[in-house]
């Protein structure tokens, strides 16, 4: 008898002997293994599960227990007696195999969620400790230290501020806006008031309205808080609590050490929802068309070389929904006034400035 008809029989007190296993005429029939002469006969539907291990099944032949059966994981017969038992071999075991790493990996989304959901909740109840003035503080030293390494093109910020000094962009805060001498198409907000522009989006845009939309938009990260909320979110639990508790000078410098992110920061679908919309409102309050929203988009999307993505389109990601949410603002908030002319000067000035 090969090893995968091993089949052991235990009867009782006697000692458990090798045999063959037969299924017929709705009985498991046991013939020795070495003379096959037969040994006994158990209706089949007497049959009932008992155990298993890496080794063998285990099967009562008798509904007191007194007779059993060991029949090997390789039993040609094994299937058949599981199916018979309700003990399905192949889709059982598999589903035991993965039961733990199931088990496993629903209780670790379930933590994540709770993590994301804390780290949200937290970073949004840390702000009401921040003020506007500890905020701008913070800026400050964070600016300091993203730009030390820069080169800026003073000139163009001169020209940039003058165009932005046309705008009303901010009511809680004093924005200043620094041109950096890179061909990067990137920009983006430092809380407290701080916008960084890098020559190479500039020099893509050829449009004031376009350029009003990334004003705008780059604002509303700032009014709304969004770079921040967004920091506060990746950092840890227990920086979090060390501002909740008013150690804002060890907090301070965990935020500062954290400037660099802001080159890179990705905020989330809705704050880039959030801040689309609330600049296109501050577009419409100083008369610009927020057509230039769209417009910026499309100027961005035809920016992108190869596979890699501009800085700008990287950290803001521009999507067919955003542009079309874009379009549906203008049409129901349609402003066709021209651009005012001092605006258009600064616009043609500063276009000037950042031509080579």
């Known amino acids: 008898m090969s090893a995968d008809d091993t089949v052991i029989y235990f009867n009782g007190n006697e000692a ?21 002469s037969f ?29 059993h059966l060991e029949v090997s994981r390789t039993h ?20 035991a195999k993965l039961k733990w790493p199931l088990a496993i990996i629903g209780g670790l989304a379930i933590l994540a969620g709770i993590y994301l959901l804390l780290v949200a909740t937290i970073a949004g109840f840390t702000l009401q400790f921040i003020s506007p003035q500890k905020e701008a503080e913070l800026g ?28 009303d962009l901010s ?6 806006f620094t041109v950096v001498d890179d061909t990067v198409v990137n920009a983006f907000a430092v809380p407290g008031g701080h916008i960084v522009v890098y020559k190479g989006i500039l020099q893509q845009l050829q449009q004031p309205e376009e350029l009003v939309a990334l004003l705008g938009h780059e604002s509303s990260h700032i009014n709304e808080r969004h770079s921040l909320r967004s920091i506060l979110r990746q950092m840890t639990g227990g920086m979090i609590l060390s501002m ?42 100083n008369g610009v068309n927020p057509q230039g ?58 276009k000037a400035g950042v031509s080579n």
């Open 244 to 285: 909740v508790f008013g150690d804002m000078g060890s907090i301070g410098g965990a935020i500062v050490s954290r400037a660099d992110m802001l080159q890179g920061l990705s905020y989330s679908r809705q704050l880039e929802k959030d801040a689309d919309e609330k600049g296109m409102e501050r577009m419409i309050a």
């Open 39 to 67: 040994v006994s006969a158990f209706a089949f539907n007497d049959v009932r599960y008992l155990s298993d291990d890496n080794s063998y099944v285990r099967f009562s032949l008798l509904a007191d227990g007194s007779r």
């Open 293 to 350: 929203m769209a417009m910026l988009m499309d100027r961005l999307q035809a920016a992108e070389t190869g596979r890699s993505l501009p800085g700008f389109l990287s950290t803001h990601p521009l999507t067919a929904k955003r542009k079309t949410e874009a379009l549906d603002f203008v049409k129901k908030h349609p402003l066709k006034e021209p651009i005012s002319s001092r605006l258009q000067a600064d616009w043609e000035a500063l």
């Open 76 to 95: 040609p017969l094994l299937n058949e007696l599981l199916e018979h038992t309700g003990m399905r071999r192949r889709p059982q075991s598999f589903r």
């Open 171 to 176: 009511d809680k805060y004093k924005l200043s």
């Open 16 to 36: 458990p002997l090798p045999v063959k296993l037969l299924i017929f005429q709705r009985a498991v029939q046991l013939y020795a293994a070495g003379t096959n």
């Open 140 to 167: 400050e030293m964070m600016f300091n230290n993203l730009i030390a390494d820069e080169k800026i093109d003073t000139k163009a910020t001169q020209l940039l501020n003058n165009f932005a000094g046309d705008l």
